[in-house]
């Protein structure tokens, strides 16, 4: 079935540092790609999404691009920011949505 | 802003019991979800539902259940609490594409209810 990996956590990282986050997926089709992040105490919200391959989306500094050809979807942030610590997932949605593990990350002062 | 709201934040329970977990969203979608989140396991699947009394099985529905009486509410029930079912729910809703099928529309997500049975 279908299926998302992405790189185990825990990433500490301090401010301004760059950011990767690794994703790849298994599908049948041609899913739609998302990251979730989830700030402590909240739900997931909506990070970025792509829809179709090389499409790249981006919000609050954080990008994807949607690459077909290695099934990836890695999440990058050039500078990184205390407000950025959270659990980042990653998912697809085709025929239903499947999520990654989560990945936690922490970035220090 | 869409909002998802779930009845409790936290919740202690002992075991046997019976839990209800309430799910409201007011942004009139078709779809609605209950996921559970383990460390390391991500979210996974209970139950969903794409209409008003429909309701399909996710990845894990065993031991749970699922009531939608009204299209803004999805309730999600342990008939008889267990240990194992100490977690994170999620609850979640989207709308629903034009050809009647989930799509590719985001789901936006309550705050979660983190459940400790006993």
């Known amino acids: 079935g279908d299926s998302v990996t992405q790189m185990e956590g825990p990433v500490t990282l301090s401010e301004e540092a760059f950011l990767t986050i690794n994703c790849t997926y298994t599908a049948t089709g041609y899913p739609s790609l998302f990251w979730y992040v989830q700030y402590p105490g909240e739900g997931l919200q909506l990070l970025l999404k792509a829809t179709k391959a090389d499409d790249k989306g981006s919000n609050k500094g954080f990008e994807a691009t949607y690459r077909k050809e290695t099934t990836s979807f890695h999440l990058e942030k050039g500078s990184v920011q205390v407000s950025d610590s959270a659990v980042y997932f990653c998912a697809l949605i085709l025929d239903d949505m499947r999520f990654g593990a989560g990945t936690r990350l922490t970035v220090k002062p | 802003d869409v909002k998802v709201t779930q009845s409790s934040r936290y919740l202690v329970k002992r075991t046997g019991e019976k839990v209800f977990l309430e799910c409201v969203q007011d942004?009139?979608?078709?779809?609605m979800f209950w996921y559970r989140q383990d460390p390391g396991l991500g979210l996974r699947l209970i139950y969903f539902?794409?209409?008003?009394?429909?309701?399909e099985k996710g990845d894990i529905p065993e031991g749970y259940s699922v009531s939608r009486e009204k299209k803004e509410r999805f309730s999600l029930i342990l008939e008889s609490a267990s240990t194992n079912q100490t977690s994170m729910y999620l609850c979640?809703?989207?709308?629903?594409?034009?050809?009647?099928?989930?799509?590719?529309?985001?789901?936006?997500f309550g705050p979660g209810t983190r459940l400790t049975v006993l």
């Open positions: 539902s794409y209409d008003v009394k429909m309701k």
């Open positions: 979640a809703s989207s709308p629903m594409m034009l050809a009647g099928v989930l799509g590719y529309n985001e789901q936006f």
């Open positions: 942004m009139d979608h078709e779809n």
